[in-house]
């Protein structure tokens, strides 16, 4: 128990925290819209992956972020391509490109490392930690909230970012409604495909913060199959927070404490198959809670 | 002075021999010519699938002709989107409404055009200050900063009509603007629309009451067939005219409701109350009783608490309380089943979603209540020659205009969907007959017809609970009129010597009748 007031354990839920902040985001951006993403696991481990080697192949992190970044991206594009575009269903195409992700990194880390497990024969970069003047000499507080990687401060500034541009910009309010009624948009002349293809590549561009800080913060190498459900985590998460970012990335930090909380069980000689469980538990705890207490239909008329 | 309109005036609208084909092969217009003039309110009338609807939305950019020009102030233009068709000063105020329900009303006026300050933030204060300008003139009050969702239909459309001249339409095309609204509501959106027209905007006003025209319109366009049949003054047509070129013969109006002395009791509701998943209170105390050989009709705006209520009776809805009394049994909660095995039939309000199944044949349809029972099929197999005999049967009793009796329900249009519908529902062996809006968005022979068939199935001793919003034919059918609103009755009159206007009074609520008036519906 005396863990949880153990400043190291409130730190170490806002480091394991930070991917998901950035996958709330990816999900919140993305299904705004009506057009939710579930790539974002794939996009995650892509940009994880590309992110560590372009960054020790340029022996600079901020380089491989980019790359993540870039990576991410066109991932989105492809998705906003085929669903936009070509009209392939969403759920189909973000579960193609998980798939892919998963098999191209693998794939490529063995063409270039000639490891299939891990990143780790190569001398990798990370982005660095930032110690916050003045906050970080307030006992508890300090320890909890200074020292953390540089793109954990950027998830917390994105998140509130975010939730400023979903709820009080005029490109929110035009994405909201065309999540909302789609009809009402293209009667004002909104361009529906140009909204959700801009919220599909926003959702992109976030992955790819969420899957560098996972190989380039925090670890220092890409593993296979690293993102281990933190895109659908996010999913979950954001489902919770509605179209509120801050309220998304409280999910968030509900699943960090769970992830946290596996990983301090740990050391108690549990093993670890079983509090690595903790997180997936929970969203299943928290999507029951969740489905009941949204207000049932009395009508047997299924909605359309 | 101003010449007359089709003269010399200003033209604001031009469709010059417009052709469109969907690619289906439908020919939805076909050479329509028609001239819209500056500072009119031109009505086009027609039934449904007269291409009045295609040719708004070629003039809106949401379809494109395939042959024929359009001129807006007399330049030839190509419309290829909406936001091109807002550009050249052309508004558009859809039948169902294209607003967003979780926005405020000053959300959904300026979405799109959002005025900003710095931050890239809205400037909500600004959306205000412009919203009230424009309110203003043309005397309109608006909660502005309230949910779209919560707001009555008057007002919604009162929003959309802001929506499209913000944005500086100078034409504005109106779809059946009226068939949501109480003729009260009616008389403000035709005060509305004379400010606009001497503000020196143009109204082009879609619709199929031919009264409404005749008491708005400057001009009349008649189409039929994806044709235009042709366009007239106002003063040189009498609404018998226009029925009849809508429909190219002689119509009369000639249902009789005989006198005729109801029969027993079939069905009784005691004290049904319902309270929504959001904890309103939908429908308060609600007792009525129902016997053979009436019709008996529930009037009011829509949103009083009709659709529950029906959806309770039928069992569609769960978790009212109170008692509805079938021959004694209360059948409260019952599934849908059980109800319409104990006699009670249901025409639904939506005929798409709920009244049929689009892709099955319209012979499957008309026996889906019944295709487990002789003679459709034995224990295992269902006997096709049986279904499609009497799938002829109903298509000629029931006037369907459709190929065969295996095309897809999805080909027919409302009016012809609507009549499988009622065919299935008043052939089966049920006593009470529940009609939701059953000529709701129909055309006008249609509706007669299915009007005839209400008035004959009641003197045939079965029982009719009609639901409708729409005063012309609670009057014209009708034996008894409960009035619904805001959940209760307000009002149990006979349909004696009574007009819309009085209808409408207790229908806004603005009127109603004592307990004792009202108990004397159940207790009849």
């Known amino acids: ?304 | 002075m101003l010449p007359p309109f089709g003269g010399n005036r200003m033209k604001a609208i031009e469709a010059i021999d417009i052709t469109k084909v969907y690619p289906n092969g439908v020919v939805a217009n076909k050479n329509v010519n028609i001239s819209v003039e500056q500072g009119e309110v031109h009505a086009i009338v027609g039934e449904n699938g007269a291409g009045k609807t295609t040719l708004m939305k070629i003039f809106f950019g949401i379809e494109k002709p395939t042959s024929g020009e359009i001129k807006v102030f007399g330049k030839r233009v190509h419309i290829n989107s909406p936001r091109e068709a807002i550009a050249l000063g052309i508004g558009m105020v859809h039948q169902h409404f294209m607003l967003v329900p979780s926005f405020s009303a000053a959300e959904n006026i300026m979405l799109g055009i959002e005025p900003r300050k710095r931050f890239f933030s809205v400037d909500f204060k600004k959306m205000e200050s412009i919203i009230g300008d424009y309110a203003k003139r043309l005397n309109f009050q608006i909660p502005l900063w309230e949910k779209v969702l919560d707001l009555p239909v008057g007002v919604k459309q009162r929003i959309e009509i802001l929506k499209a001249l913000v944005r500086g339409a100078k034409i504005l095309i109106l779809d059946e603007p009226s068939s949501v609204l109480t003729p009260q509501e009616v008389n403000d959106l035709f005060e509305v629309l004379k400010r606009l027209v001497q503000n020196d905007l143009t109204v082009i006003f879609i619709t199929h009451k031919l009264n409404e025209v005749k008491q708005i319109a400057n001009r009349i366009t008649v189409m039929r067939n994806a044709q235009v049949v042709g366009t007239y003054e106002n003063k040189d047509v009498t609404e018998t005219d226009i029925v009849e070129l809508m429909i190219g013969r002689k119509f009369e109006y000639d249902i009789k409701r005989e006198p005729k002395e109801p029969g027993e009791i079939l069905l009784i509701v005691k004290n049904l109350n319902y309270f929504r998943e959001d904890g309103a209170h939908i429908l308060k105390n609600i007792s009525f009783s129902l016997r053979a050989g009436e019709i008996l009709a529930i009037a009011g705006l829509e949103g009083n608490g009709q659709k529950e209520l029906v959806e309770i009776l039928t069992g569609l809805r769960e978790k009212a309380t109170g008692q509805i009394l079938l021959n004694g049994d209360d059948i409260m909660g019952s599934h849908p089943w059980e109800i319409r095995r104990a006699g009670v039939s249901h025409i639904p309000e939506d005929r798409v979603e709920v009244g049929c199944a689009l892709d099955l044949s319209i012979a499957e349809n008309l026996i889906s209540d019944r295709f487990h029972l002789n003679p459709f099929s034995t224990r295992l197999v269902y006997k096709k020659k049986h279904v499609i005999e009497f799938a002829k049967k109903m298509i000629k009793e029931f006037d369907v205009r459709a190929k065969s009796s295996t095309t897809m329900v999805r080909m027919l249009s409302g009016g012809n969907m609507q009549k499988v519908v009622v065919a299935r529902e008043m052939t089966n062996s049920a006593k009470i007959v529940i009609a939701n809006q059953p000529t709701h968005g129909i055309d006008v022979a249609s509706s007669e017809f299915i009007r005839k068939k209400l008035m004959q199935i009641r003197n045939e001793g079965k029982a009719v609970l009609l639901i409708s919003t729409d005063l012309q034919e609670v009057l014209q059918i009708s034996d008894r009129i409960l009035v619904l609103y805001k959940g209760e009755i307000v009002a149990h009159l006979r349909n004696e010597n009574i007009t819309e206007t009085d209808l409408g009074y207790y229908m806004l609520g603005v009127k109603r009748q004592s307990e004792e008036q009202i108990k004397e519906s159940v207790n009849l």
């Open chain 1, 1 to 304: 128990m005396s863990d949880f007031l153990n400043p190291q354990f409130w730190y170490s839920v806002i480091r394991v925290s930070t991917p998901l902040f950035f996958g709330v985001i990816a999900a919140l951006l993305s299904s705004i819209t009506g057009t939710i993403n579930i790539g974002i696991e794939g996009m995650m481990l892509m940009s994880a992956f590309w992110g560590t080697i372009v960054g020790s192949l340029a022996q600079n992190p901020w380089v491989g972020l980019l790359a993540g970044i870039v990576s991410s991206t066109i991932m989105a594009v492809i998705l906003a391509y085929f669903h936009l575009k070509l009209k392939t269903d969403l759920v189909i195409g973000g579960v193609a490109l998980n798939l892919l992700s998963s098999g191209l990194t693998v794939f490529m880390l063995y063409a270039i490392t000639g490891d299939k497990g891990s990143s780790a024969s190569l001398k990798s970069f990370i982005i660095p930690r930032v110690d916050l003047p003045l906050l970080k000499d307030i006992p508890f507080i300090g320890k909890v909230l200074s020292g953390h990687n540089a793109l954990t401060y950027i998830a917390i500034v994105s998140v509130f970012l975010i939730n400023y541009l979903v709820k009080k910009t005029p490109l929110g309010i035009r994405m909201r409604s065309v999540g909302q009624n789609p009809d009402a948009a293209v009667s004002v002349g909104i361009s529906v495909t140009k909204m959700k293809f801009l919220s599909l590549i926003l959702s992109g561009i976030f992955a790819g913060f969420g899957g560098a800080f996972l190989s380039m913060g925090y670890v220092s190498w890409f593993a296979r199959d690293m993102t281990s459900g933190r895109g659908f985590i996010s999913i979950a998460a954001q489902a919770l927070g509605g179209s509120s970012a801050l309220f998304g990335a409280f999910g968030a930090l509900l699943f960090g404490i769970a992830e946290a909380t596996g990983i301090t069980l740990q050391s108690l000689r549990i093993p670890s198959e079983i509090t690595n469980m903790l997180p997936f538990i929970l969203t299943i705890v928290v999507l029951i809670i969740y489905a009941r207490s949204r207000i049932r239909s009395h009508s047997r008329i299924q909605e359309q």
